[in-house]
């Protein structure tokens, strides 16, 4: 089992930047890959960006230029940087974890529970 914890969410305005981390625990594998997926009311979930083991990343066009994923091995954390957000970010935002890249961005094996983050126009 792994645990998956995400902090950082909140109320921001237009044009402002969040920064969400994703903390990692349990029976995790020495090397995986993780990506953040939102999920705005009455929408479906959709990936937001992806980082495999070796640190490939990958983004949606609707983030691209203005979210970064970054990781931390040694501590197990997963990050977000936000910036130039935007009223159509608003969306409960999630981490996931799965053994490589293709599968965390198609099937992840964990999730978390979810930060909220709420873009005001």
């Known amino acids: 089992q792994v645990q998956l914890v995400e902090s950082g969410g909140g109320l921001v305005q237009t044009g402002g930047s969040l920064r969400l981390s994703c903390a990692a625990s349990?029976?995790?594998?020495?090397?995986?890959?993780m990506a953040w997926y939102r999920q705005a009311p009455g929408k479906e979930r959709e990936l937001v960006a992806s980082?495999?083991?070796?640190?490939?990343?990958l983004y949606a066009d609707s983030v691209k230029d203005r979210f970064t994923i970054s990781r931390v091995y040694a501590n197990n954390m997963l990050y977000l940087q936000m910036n130039s957000l935007e009223p159509e970010d608003t969306a409960m935002y999630y981490c996931?974890?799965?053994?490589?890249?293709?599968?965390?961005?198609?099937?992840?094996?964990?999730w978390g529970r979810g930060t909220q983050v709420t873009v005001s126009s």
């Open positions: 996931a974890y799965g053994p490589n890249h293709e599968m965390v961005r198609t099937t992840p094996l964990y």
């Open positions: 349990g029976s995790i594998f020495r090397i995986y890959a």
């Open positions: 980082i495999s083991g070796g640190g490939n990343t």
